[in-house]
């Protein structure tokens, strides 16, 4: 993003990145938050049907704290990981072509989730990756180096 502000004429107004509650990104959104840009997260609950999951890749959607807190709350884990990401002022894209789910992604909005448990969920970050470009990386290229990993640590 820095990169990309030293050369552009106009400031961003939205940065859509991958977000969940295993991958927070609270530098990014920390940065983006001062620089004026909306961070937009894509996969808030994790892509549990994403292309490409890797057999040692934990599931959100199967977390413990996570669905303690969808019972105390009488809500889906669904609904905690996109109320986590609005609470933290994200915009989210939940996707689904169910209008079930739709209907279920936006109760999520009702959901006020107190102090004690957004810590918790800050605390289930483990900063993982989740989609690595498997799909659309130039041959030779790592996903650490499109997603330019160094720079993002050096913030």
């Not at 295993?22 to 937009?40: H, S, T």
């Not at 996969?43 to 890749?57: C, Q």
Request: charged share 25%.
């Amino acid at each position: 993003t820095e990169r990309l502000l030293q050369t552009a004429k106009i400031v961003p107004a939205v940065n859509q990145v991958e977000c969940h509650p295993y991958f927070q990104q609270p530098k990014l959104k920390q940065y983006c938050d001062w620089k004026g840009i909306v961070l937009e997260a894509y996969s808030p609950l994790g892509s549990p049907a994403r292309p490409a999951i890797a057999a040692a890749d934990p599931v959100v959607m199967e977390d413990p704290v996570i669905k303690e807190m969808a019972a105390k709350y009488n809500a889906t884990v669904g609904q905690i990981c996109i109320a986590f990401a609005l609470h933290r002022g994200l915009m989210v894209i939940p996707k689904t072509v169910n209008p079930a789910r739709v209907v279920e992604n936006l109760k999520s909005t009702e959901l006020k989730l107190d102090a004690a448990d957004m810590k918790r969920l800050i605390e289930v970050d483990k900063n993982l990756r989740l989609f690595r470009g498997e799909g659309f990386l130039a041959k030779g290229v790592t996903w650490e180096e499109a997603f330019d990993v160094e720079a993002d640590e050096k913030f």
